[in-house]
């Protein structure tokens, strides 16, 4: 919705304070209330906000508490920002809040951000789209403690194509999930674990699908872990890698009407 004085979704992006848009730091300098998820953000991100504004840690907050502020903060003519971890567009609750400003008549606005999972191939150098090898990438979450799953989107479901998978929320269920994963990705299969991408906390776990569980359980990973799988993150000497058409010398480059 464009409105000036739209509430402002703005991605947050993995959590390093220089990979925020340049839209997303004017927003939260000129912000007067910005709400925040202090669990997944660092600090320093804040840094781009005003002194004077008034910054809201949504950690222990509920969904409707949330919502309030938002609303009476927006209703006392301040400008709020709602900053979300990585992408609004993924895992951000923006349909249930957004749904909720709906009904309160409160206009709002979104500007993208970084998804965790680009920061994590971003860190270990890897394409998830590797010609011939995979050109899918599937972001997906499982179910524990948290909001079932709909029917149709099984984990086995997804493995069946063999696509690159983003497992988002997973990080406790690891072991389990690459017992699922393995009769259609094969046990040497390469995974990827980056906790607090971009984050000075950062860490990197290189192993398989068979191996994995294990580094996690060392590194005793409970949250703020993306997990990547898929042969895209092998070695790019891989020898089943192709080359995409796109840049093919054989291509027919001429100008089409």
């Known amino acids: ?16 304070a220089d990979l925020l848009t340049v839209r997303a730091t004017r927003m939260l300098a000129d912000a007067e209330v910005v709400l925040y998820p202090g669990s997944y953000l660092d600090p320093e991100v804040l840094a781009h906000c005003s002194p004077a504004a008034e910054l809201v840690d949504t950690a ?17 003519g301040r400008r709020v920002v709602r900053l979300v971890s990585g992408d609004p567009s993924v895992y951000s609750a923006l349909s249930e809040q957004t749904r909720r400003l709906d009904a309160a008549a409160v206009p709002w606005a979104v500007t993208p951000g970084v998804p ?3 920061a994590a191939a971003a860190r270990v150098g890897r394409e998830l789209t590797v010609p011939l090898v995979a050109q899918s990438v599937v972001l997906t979450r499982t179910q524990q403690r948290s909001t079932a799953m709909p029917e149709t989107e099984t984990l086995a479901a997804f493995a069946t194509t063999r696509a690159t998978l983003v497992l988002h929320l997973a990080i ?7 017992a699922e994963l393995t009769p259609h990705y ?16 950062e860490v ?23 997990i990547l799988v898929g042969r895209a993150l092998a070695e790019r000497s891989d ?19």
Request: aromatic residues 6%; proline residues 6%.
């Open 204 to 226: 990197v776990l290189r192993g398989t699908v068979s191996d994995i569980a294990d580094a996690v359980q060392d590194a005793g990973f409970r949250y703020a872990a993306v």
């Open 239 to 257: 020898p089943c890698a192709g080359e995409s058409h796109l840049y093919d010398p054989a291509r027919d480059r001429s100008i089409r009407p």
């Open 172 to 178: 406790t269920r690891i072991r389990e999930l690459m």
């Open 1 to 16: 919705m464009d409105d000036d004085r739209a509430v402002q979704f703005v991605g947050a992006g993995p959590g390093a």
């Open 116 to 118: 965790a999972y680009a």
């Open 60 to 76: 222990e907050l509920d969904l409707d508490d949330i919502v309030e502020r938002i609303v009476t903060a927006h209703r006392a």
């Open 186 to 201: 094969g046990a040497d299969c390469p995974v990827v674990v980056v906790y607090r991408a971009s984050q000075p906390q």
